[in-house]
């Protein structure tokens, strides 16, 4: 019955390659973020998508583009890793756009190399 | 950039003290949030303050909201060793906020 989970936990990599996180949500919400939280605990919100809608776009490299195939799931992709991408990644939702509570995943801890 | 500024960083209390965690921020919001984060976890919410409240309460949890400071402060009374945690504000206005959290620590 996980609301929000994200795979995978882990996810040790090489610089310069390309990896995804998947993200999916069963809460039935319209919106879905990504955060990225750095090593000093700094969160930071990256994309949001509200019914397959790109509403947010914070100033993030262009190497990092979100995917949404459908509302209940959105997957970040990473082209061209770097070692500053070496954080860990959040996918959260909430019931609308706007100022709603949001519900977090367990998080993504990408290290790269 | 961040919104919400907890104050203090780290705090360590003994068991069955209250813990109090600050907050400022610098801009209007819509609505003011605490999350919690254990460690190697996700968030969790805990509890929403409006700009127009001036206090919620939720279980242990008492949180408070001066607009005119840009100002909230959570209360965990009773802390119990669970409660080891760090402590996130959010601050929403057209987008979420969030500041870089108080790292409590409760002692058995």
């Known amino acids: 019955d996980t609301a929000v989970s994200q795979t995978p936990k882990y996810l040790v990599t090489q610089m310069g390659n390309d990896k995804s996180i998947k993200c999916e949500q069963n809460?039935?919400?319209?919106?879905m973020y990504w955060y990225k939280q750095d090593s000093k605990k700094f969160l930071k919100i990256m994309f949001s998508y509200n019914n397959k809608e790109l509403i947010i776009n914070e100033t993030v490299p262009n190497r990092f583009s979100p995917k949404s195939p459908d509302k209940a799931h959105l997957n970040l992709h990473i082209n061209s890793l770097e070692l500053g991408d070496s954080a860990v990644y959040f996918c959260a939702s909430s019931r609308l756009a706007g100022s709603y509570e949001q519900y977090f995943g367990p998080g993504t801890r990408l290290t790269v190399t | 950039s961040q919104q919400g500024e907890e104050d203090p960083q780290a705090l360590s209390i003994q068991e069955g003290e209250n813990a109090t965690m600050n907050c400022s921020y610098k801009t209007s919001i819509n609505n003011l949030q605490w999350y919690r984060q254990n460690s190697g976890r996700g968030l969790v919410h805990l509890i929403l303050?409006?700009?127009?409240?001036r206090e919620k309460h939720s279980g242990r949890l008492r949180v408070t909201l001066d607009t005119s400071k840009k100002s909230s402060s959570l209360l965990i009374t009773a802390s119990r060793a669970a409660d080891t945690a760090s402590y996130f504000c959010?601050?929403?206005?057209?987008?979420?906020?969030f500041g870089a959290g108080t790292r409590l620590t409760v002692k058995p």
């Open positions: 959010a601050t929403y206005n057209n987008d979420m906020r």
């Open positions: 809460l039935g919400h319209d919106t």
């Open positions: 303050i409006r700009s127009n409240e």
